[in-house]
């Protein structure tokens, strides 16, 4: 059980909008620790996908976006294509347990 | 372009050290902060430690025990060592680059490809 909690998965068909949260608490996300998302395809290394909350590195398209509320991140995905089927992961830092956490990981399929 | 490649064994008996190295290629290693991850088999992704580049190490609490992590400017390269290794220990290990001044959690905006390693007698 993860201390930053994601659906296992979320599903979607092409061209629609879907979103994945990632739930702390008030010692993570909470604190007002940063919130990081990486794509991961099967078979290779992650890739961030935001920074910062908000932010998205060079080359990550716009359909990508991020949000965070209190304890609740968000990364909304509009305009779904095949090649966004991957395992996404949110991660932030805890202050109780003193570590870099990462959600449980959210598979994304694109129906 | 910078690259960074995990090596070491992909075999380690129970009870021993597992030890990899990340070679950083295309820029020099004292411009970041960098990172081990690692990913057990069909599972998630867990933060194994921190090193700056002063030297200072930031680890898991459920791995501090038995970890070494540490940083050789003259070959470029990070190491891992994890003493007295068991099956849970079996995982992908990736390394992983963090701009310099990040604060945690620190935003992986490269990685290597990442080491299988297996712990099995």
């Known amino acids: 059980q993860s201390v930053l909690t994601q659906p296992p998965s979320v599903s979607g068909a092409p061209g629609q909008r879907v979103t994945i949260s990632c739930t702390g608490s008030?010692?993570?996300?909470?604190?007002?620790?940063?919130v990081h998302w990486y794509q991961q395809i099967p078979g290779t290394a992650p890739k961030l996908l935001i920074y910062g909350n908000v932010n998205r590195p060079s080359g990550v398209p716009d359909r990508f976006s991020g949000s965070k509320s209190g304890t609740l991140a968000s990364l909304a995905i509009t305009g779904l294509q095949a090649e966004d089927e991957a395992d996404y992961y949110c991660q932030s830092h805890d202050n109780s347990l003193s570590a870099s956490l990462f959600g449980g990981g959210t598979r994304l399929t694109v129906l | 372009q910078v690259q960074l490649q995990e090596s070491g064994p992909g075999l380690v008996r129970p009870s021993e050290t597992l030890s990899l190295t990340c070679t950083v290629s295309?820029?020099?290693?004292?411009?970041?902060?960098w990172t081990w991850i690692r990913q057990p088999p069909v599972k998630g992704l867990e933060w194994v430690g921190n090193v700056y580049h002063s030297g200072y190490t930031d680890y898991n609490p459920s791995l501090k025990r038995r970890l070494t992590i540490s940083v050789d400017r003259s070959k470029n390269h990070l190491s891992l060592r994890l003493t007295s290794v068991t099956a849970a220990d079996t995982a992908i290990y990736y390394c992983a680059r963090a701009p310099r001044g990040s604060s945690n959690p620190m935003a992986l905006d490269r990685w290597g490809q990442g080491a299988l390693v297996t712990v099995s007698s």
């Open positions: 008030r010692s993570n996300i909470g604190a007002g620790f940063d």
């Open positions: 295309g820029d020099s290693i004292s411009s970041y902060y």
